[in-house]
């Protein structure tokens, strides 16, 4: 199955051990991010850290992990 996902989404998985964060790392679905959500989640990566208790590091490493399971495209909009 084919997702899109958003910012949204990818904060929410790296806000907290869930759902959400099992399904982005579970390898049936082919998941697809516009680049512009990585950028987004870089520039409130502080803010992500605080809310999650999680460091900054590890934000990111977890990042990179779910970056892995995912394909980039251009958001052109609408």
Not at 19 to 25: C, F, Q, S
Not at 38 to 61: A, G, N, P, Y
């Amino acid at each position: 199955m084919k997702l899109v996902l958003d910012t949204n989404v990818l904060i929410a998985a790296l806000m907290k051990e869930s759902a959400v964060r099992e399904l982005l790392l579970n390898p049936f679905f082919e998941l697809y991010v516009p680049e512009h959500c990585f950028e987004e989640v870089e520039r409130h990566i502080r803010e992500i850290s605080e809310r999650s208790r999680l460091s900054v590091d590890d934000i990111f490493l977890l990042l990179g992990v779910l970056m892995a399971s995912v394909r980039l495209f251009q958001w052109r909009g609408f």
